[in-house]
């Protein structure tokens, strides 16, 4: 729709990998040269990861046109294949004479007899497995044994796994450590950083066509490496609508603004601005629910006071409990005027205790004298005249 309008000869972002519009920066180019020297030489299984909208099939396609005319490509799709399944889908792939009822025993005799035959052809036979990390674990395991099909100099079944980062948390399962030991090459797929998208805009435009510079300004390509996060598949969804939307506003160059435009219609983009929202949602959650589990801990605690025994102390006895007070005693009435005539006797006042007695003091000599006080003080010692 906006091919005339910026004077393209095709769409420049499509999604579907084409290799004519193949971008050998952000490392692309090194990996894809590092897998043609690594299938070449023949040596064990190969492993190349990256995230969803990385460029892996694009650079499956690009590995199938650098490889030698020597090779033989056995591309499989869809690994979510039993052991028995896989191994008929290869069989189909090498158009060899089997039946669907053939038994596993038959496809692989008829498996090694094309491959022994293509060796002895100096030709070699590679097998591409897409989105690997779905593939089950046995058939994960039948993948290693195929890889046992050798001669005495070299392996007659190369195979190069592509799969998502998930496909290396599958590799550590401990049942197919075999299969681990196997992998000789693995390489990753980072996302481009802000300084290669630019590059990555360019390239793609003048391969369609594009004679001019600059069709997007800074803005607009910081804004696709914010929106993007480097991640090809988006970086080409968001560009494509960035220019329709430059397009519809008959404006000749791609600002920060169409591509925030871009982006509020991309499902990707709408999912990066939910989670801000559901990481508020969760926090209040678990503060509720941690204030909820506080206070019915505190409830049981209390709850469990109040409903087991308490022990009895060995050292301190229960106290008794007080007997209770006699009741008065009623009176009839005649009794009752008595009591109310008598005055009451008054209480006898104890009697004040006696002082101490005083010393006496003898009138003539002025001597005090303790005579008084023999009963309470010991007897001097008696004196020899």
Known sequence: M???????????????PDPALFFAGGNRGAVLEALVYAVTRGEGIIKVVGEVGSGKTMLCRML???????????????????????????????????????????????????????????????????????MPLETLEEMRLLSNLETTREKLLQIVLFG??????KLDDHAIRQLRERITHSFELEPFGAAEIAPYLEARLHACGYRGHGLFDRGAVRELARQSRGLLRRINVLADKALLAAFAGQDRGVTARHVRRAARDAEFAREARRPRGRRRLAL?????????????????????????????????????????????AMLDDDAADVVAREPLAAAPVPAPPAPPPAPRVAPASGLVGYEHLAPRLPAPPSVPP
Request: hydrophobic share 50%; with cysteine.
């Open 2 to 16: 906006y091919e005339r309008h910026f004077g393209f000869s095709r769409p420049p972002f499509r999604i579907t």
């Open 64 to 134: 199938e046109q650098a490889l030698p005319g020597a090779c033989s490509i056995v591309y499989l799709a869809n690994p979510n294949l039993s052991p028995a399944e896989v191994l008929h889908a290869i069989a189909f792939e090498l158009k060899l004479p089997l039946t669907a009822a053939a038994s596993r025993l038959e496809v692989m005799q008829a498996l090694t007899e094309y491959l022994l035959a293509r060796h002895a052809e100096n030709r070699r036979v590679v097998m591409f497995v897409e989105e690997a990390q779905a």
């Open 164 to 169: 998502q980062p998930e496909l290396d948390e």
């Open 284 to 328: 209040a959650g678990v503060l509720l629910a941690a204030l909820l589990g506080v206070t019915a801990l505190g409830a049981w605690l209390i709850a469990g006071r109040e409903i087991l025994p308490r022990a009895p102390s060995a050292s301190v006895p229960p106290a008794a409990e007080p007997a209770p007070a006699p009741e008065p």
